[in-house]
């Protein structure tokens, strides 16, 4: 990436340490108001709100980079969110007629009235994602590090406060979705003005035009998402819902802000490249110089990692020492989504779904198996987590390896 490049990721970068910076500062009283089992039912919602969301665009939201003119790209953000609609309807009435049913396999009747909470979390995730990727295509990165500081924010003002109110079950799931709320707020704000209606037969254009979106990496996606509900209710079945909770936890504390630098850098990787790609630019020289600069970001957290379940329990509680564990033997694994995160973007670029799409699959695989594993063969939870990680991490190797040679193969 060019020396402007980096400036723009480091605008995101910013946003996202300061927005992480808050959700770390917040932790310790989290940890002290909610009990990992909560932590583990959050977790849960999460990822059925990411799989919901990731159908209700029809995956058309990464489309919106791509038109030349920003007319037309708008029309497509307009196709995306205008699919998300009927989802939200459909979802609103499986809640409807499935709510008590959720909170039931969750393990707190309570929470049926919460359920009414995933289509609202639905609706605004695929809001934000379909306007973030409209604000990177106009370069609004400084927006884009507010919005998500603002988020972060929101969200862990609403979690702490809730659960010092008490309202510990539905606390996180609320906390999360009035931080999402006004990060909505924000990008719709945003909005350009006099841009121009879509017609039906503009929408259909556009929908057959990029076509591969929902045929392709929509699979691939919605893989992604299934797995990780498939891993935190295998976790949970076999293992208990402490330890859900301390994996959720260990993820939220670990992960996260290796993930939050993966899509800072990959926002501007994606804009970077599309644009070289439709110049026959040097894809190859910028994928090269982006895992150098991402590999000098995860040294530190290599070496940092090493003393996690010490960390974690002098920051935390003692109570959280086996989330620090947890977070040990899943950093190589870490380390190398961090590595691939940005460069995922080249194949929907260059056109090479189906080959990513292959690589999701075994990927999936390497993420579950362990974990089914170790149930039927009653494994102790670290020789699960430790097989995992070294399966995973194999794939992704692979993954990155098959992600250059892509962008060579494009000079």
């Given at each position: 990436m060019s020396q402007g490049a980096w400036?723009?990721?480091?605008?995101?970068?910013?946003?996202?340490g300061l927005a992480q910076a808050i959700a770390l500062a917040a932790s310790?009283?989290?940890?002290?108001?909610?009990?990992?089992?909560?932590?583990?039912?959050?977790?849960?919602?999460?990822?059925?709100?990411?799989?919901?969301?990731?159908?209700?665009?029809?995956?058309?939201?990464?489309?919106?980079?791509?038109?030349?003119?920003?007319?037309?790209?708008?029309?497509?953000?307009?196709?995306?969110?205008g699919i998300a609609v009927?989802?939200?309807?459909?979802?609103?009435?499986?809640?409807?007629?499935?709510?008590?049913?959720?909170?039931?396999?969750?393990?707190?009747?309570?929470?049926?009235?919460?359920?009414?909470?995933?289509?609202?979390?639905?609706?605004?995730?695929?809001?934000?994602?379909?306007?973030?990727?409209w604000a990177n295509r106009r370069q609004a990165y400084g927006a884009l590090a507010v919005n998500r500081v603002a988020q972060s924010g929101a969200t862990a003002a609403a979690s702490v406060g809730l659960g010092a109110a008490g309202w510990a079950s539905p606390g996180l799931m609320l906390g999360s979705v009035v931080g999402q709320a006004g990060a909505?707020?924000?990008?719709?704000?945003?909005?350009?003005?006099?841009?121009?209606?879509a017609t039906q037969a503009t929408l259909t254009e556009l929908a057959r035009r990029y076509r591969d979106f929902p045929r392709i990496n929509l699979p691939h996606a919605l893989l992604d998402a299934a797995q990780a509900s498939v891993v935190l209710a295998l976790l949970g079945a076999a293992y208990g819902g402490a330890v859900l909770g301390w994996y959720a936890f260990a993820l939220r504390i670990a992960r996260t802000p290796l993930a939050m630098i993966g899509a800072s850098v990959g926002q501007v990787f994606q804009q970077r490249a599309a644009r070289l790609a439709e110049s026959g630019g040097d894809l190859a020289e910028l994928s090269r110089r982006t895992t150098q600069r991402l590999l000098l970001i995860a040294a530190p957290?290599?070496?940092?990692?090493?003393?996690?379940?010490?960390?974690?329990?002098?920051?935390f509680g003692?109570?959280?020492?086996?989330?620090?564990?947890?977070?040990?033997?899943?950093a190589p694994w870490?380390?190398?989504?961090?590595?691939?995160?940005?460069?995922?973007?080249?194949?929907?670029?260059?056109?090479?779904?189906?080959?990513?799409?292959?690589?999701?699959?075994?990927?999936?695989?390497?993420m579950v198996l362990p974990l089914a594993?170790?149930?039927?063969?009653?494994?102790?939870?670290?020789?699960?987590?430790?097989?995992?990680?070294?399966?995973?991490s194999a794939v992704l190797l692979a993954y990155g390896v098959w992600l250059q040679r892509l962008a060579r193969s494009r000079r």
């Open positions: 400036r723009q990721v480091l605008t995101l970068l910013g946003g996202a310790p009283l989290l940890t002290r108001l909610y009990a990992p089992e909560h932590f583990g039912v959050f977790a849960l919602f999460a990822s059925l709100v990411t799989l919901i969301a990731t159908v209700a665009t029809g995956r058309y939201e990464l489309a919106v980079i791509l038109p030349a003119g920003d007319g037309e790209a708008w029309q497509v953000v307009k196709l995306a969110l009927p989802v939200t309807a459909l979802t609103l009435l499986a809640v409807a007629l499935g709510g008590g049913a959720l909170a039931e396999r969750a393990g707190d009747a309570r929470l049926a009235v919460w359920a009414w909470l995933l289509p609202v979390a639905v609706l605004l995730t695929a809001l934000i994602n379909t306007l973030t990727v909505a707020w924000l990008l719709v704000s945003r909005r350009p003005r006099g841009q121009g209606e957290f290599g070496v940092a990692v090493v003393w996690a379940p010490e960390l974690f329990a002098w920051v003692d109570n959280w020492r086996d989330a620090g564990l947890y977070a040990r033997v899943l870490m380390i190398l989504s961090l590595l691939t995160s940005p460069m995922s973007q080249l194949p929907l670029i260059v056109g090479r779904q189906g080959g990513a799409f292959a690589f999701g699959v075994v990927y999936q695989l390497a594993l170790g149930w039927a063969l009653a494994w102790p939870v670290l020789h699960t987590l430790t097989l995992q990680s070294a399966a995973a």
